[in-house]
């Protein structure tokens, strides 16, 4: 269960891949929502993002964290995430899905992690999510 994602809105957003433009690294992000993010941070931790929107909006949610597993280092390495998977389709994927549950937690909101480089703004937008089970 995904249990902990933050949001990143797109060009507007100074702490979002995409506030740089479109290249090739965040092309992905241009496409339509349920196609695999992946980028390599630090050379050793793979992140995993679902994007979100409709075409040419490169919007996203980094998935942080997945039943007992708190990290989005941590949910690629269980997961064995790597650039394979990067602009996968979710649809049709045999490796990675997304499956609705019958469980309907509650979420709390924070401020996103590790970004204070996108400013004052948008460090404080509390779109973090955290699922309270």
Request: hydrophobic share 40%.
């Amino acid at each position: 269960m995904i249990t902990e994602v933050e949001a990143y809105r797109g060009e507007e957003d100074l702490a979002c891949h995409a506030s740089k433009g479109r290249t090739p690294r965040t092309e992905v992000m241009y496409w339509s929502g349920g196609h695999i993010y992946v980028y390599l941070i630090y050379g050793i931790h793979y992140m995993l993002n679902f994007v979100t929107e409709r075409e040419g909006i490169p919007q996203a949610i980094l998935i942080r964290g997945i039943d007992d597993i708190i990290g989005p280092g941590r949910v690629s390495k269980i997961l064995e995430i790597d650039m394979s998977h990067n602009q996968t389709d979710l649809l049709f994927s045999d490796d990675l899905w997304v499956e609705d549950s019958v469980i309907k937690p509650e979420f709390k909101t924070s401020t996103r992690i590790g970004i204070d480089y996108a400013g004052e703004f948008w460090k404080n937008r509390p779109w973090r999510f955290i699922a309270q089970l």
